[in-house]
C-alpha cells in the first residue's frame, strides 16, 4: 500500500545504542517541528528531547549516526485517542452519571477511580498496545 507523504510523520535524531533488536534514536526537536502538520498531536513535540525505540531486523545503522525515524499521522491520532480522549470521555461520562445517581463527592471519587483504573490497564497492557505504535528508520534518508 502506498502512503501518502503527509500521512507520515519524520523525526531526525541519533543513534543512541543498538542492541536485541531494538536501535535507541534520540529526537532533537528543530524547526521542522513547527512545520509538521501533526506538531501539536506529537509527543515528541514536546521536550527538547526524546528517546524512541526503533525495532531493526538487521543493524544497518551505527551508533551516532543521524537518522531519520518516522511515524504514521494514522498511529499519532491513534495515540492521542488513547491518551487524551477516550479518557476525557470516561471521565466526564462518570462523573454525570455518578453525580446524577450518589452526589458530588461520591461523584468525583468514582470517576477519578475510573481514570486511574483505565491508567492502570494501558499500564498493564503497555507492551500490547506499543505494537501498535512503532517507529521506523526512514530507508529514503539513510
Same mark, same amino acid.
Given at each position: 500500500? =502506498? +502512503?501518502? =507523504?503527509?500521512? @507520515?510523520v519524520?523525526?531526525t535524531? @541519533?543513534? #543512541? ?5 531494538i !536501535?535507541?534514536?534520540? @529526537? ?11 506538531h501539536n498531536?506529537?509527543s515528541?513535540s #514536546? &521536550?527538547? #528531547? ?5 525495532? *531493526?531486523?538487521? %543493524? +544497518?545503522?551505527?551508533?551516532? =549516526?543521524t537518522?531519520?525515524?518516522e511515524?504514521?499521522?494514522?498511529q499519532?491520532?491513534?495515540a492521542?485517542?488513547? !491518551?487524551? @480522549? /477516550? %479518557?476525557?470521555?470516561?471521565?466526564v461520562?462518570?462523573?454525570? $452519571?455518578? $453525580? &446524577?445517581? /450518589?452526589? #458530588?463527592? *461520591? ?12 491508567? /492502570? !490497564? ?16 526512514s530507508?529514503t534518508?539513510?
Amino acid at each position: 500500500m =502506498q +502512503r501518502n =507523504q503527509d500521512d @507520515i510523520v519524520r523525526h531526525t535524531g @541519533i543513534v #543512541e545504542s543498538i542492541g536485541n533488536g531494538i !536501535c535507541k534514536v534520540r @529526537i532533537l526537536q528543530g524547526a521542522a517541528c513547527q512545520d509538521c502538520a501533526a506538531h501539536n498531536l506529537c509527543s515528541g513535540s #514536546e &521536550s527538547k #528531547e526524546k528517546v524512541v525505540d526503533v525495532q *531493526i531486523d538487521e %543493524p +544497518r545503522v551505527e551508533v551516532g =549516526q543521524t537518522v531519520v525515524v518516522e511515524a504514521t499521522l494514522r498511529q499519532g491520532l491513534h495515540a492521542v485517542s488513547v !491518551c487524551y @480522549i /477516550f %479518557p476525557l470521555i470516561l471521565l466526564v461520562v462518570s462523573l454525570a $452519571i455518578c $453525580i &446524577s445517581l /450518589f452526589g #458530588e463527592e *461520591i461523584g468525583a471519587l468514582v470517576s477519578l477511580a475510573a481514570l486511574s483504573s483505565y491508567y /492502570f !490497564c494501558i499500564y498493564l497492557m503497555r507492551e500490547k498496545i506499543g505494537r501498535k505504535f512503532r517507529f521506523r528508520i526512514s530507508d529514503t534518508y539513510l
